[in-house]
């Protein structure tokens, strides 16, 4: 039987990737118990660490696998504003009235202590009127 393509690099394709020795290896342990050259004992001595560790590493690998071959919508992800991002926008808003608002009453408090004479009214209030009686006469 001949085969077609080209011949299996198997854990060798690790080489290529960027990782640690120490994830490098632990990888390498993964893929060697999942494809039948090592048996697990043999990969958990290898590595130093207990069957049950190591059962939990594989299944996070593998979780971690299938996880990245999951199909993805295609583009560019929406960039809608989300009602938490419109509501800090009227947030921001706000603070910026109401820090023009604070602004605007320093100044006439300030005017105030300052100038007193221009709060008061000149009008009737601070006017006195002369008020004659008059009497009905003979």
């Not at 999942?34 to 958990?44: F, L, R």
């Amino acid at each position: 039987m001949t085969r077609l393509g080209r011949k299996p690099t198997g854990t060798k394709l690790l080489k290529k990737f960027t990782a640690s020795p120490h994830a490098q290896s632990r990888m390498r342990a993964i893929l060697e118990t999942v494809s039948g050259q090592k048996t697990i004992p043999d990969a958990c001595a290898e590595l130093g660490i207990g069957e049950a560790m190591f059962h939990r590493i594989r299944d996070h690998a593998l979780a971690a696998g299938l996880d990245a071959l999951e199909p993805k919508p295609i583009g560019r992800p929406r960039t809608a504003t989300t009602t938490q991002s419109s509501v800090v926008a009227a947030l921001q808003q706000e603070n910026q009235d109401l820090k023009v608002e604070l602004r605007a009453a320093a100044v006439r408090a300030e005017i105030a202590g300052s100038m007193p004479h221009l709060l008061t009214r000149k009008g009737r209030s601070e006017k006195k009127r002369r008020t004659t009686r008059r009497t009905k006469g003979p």
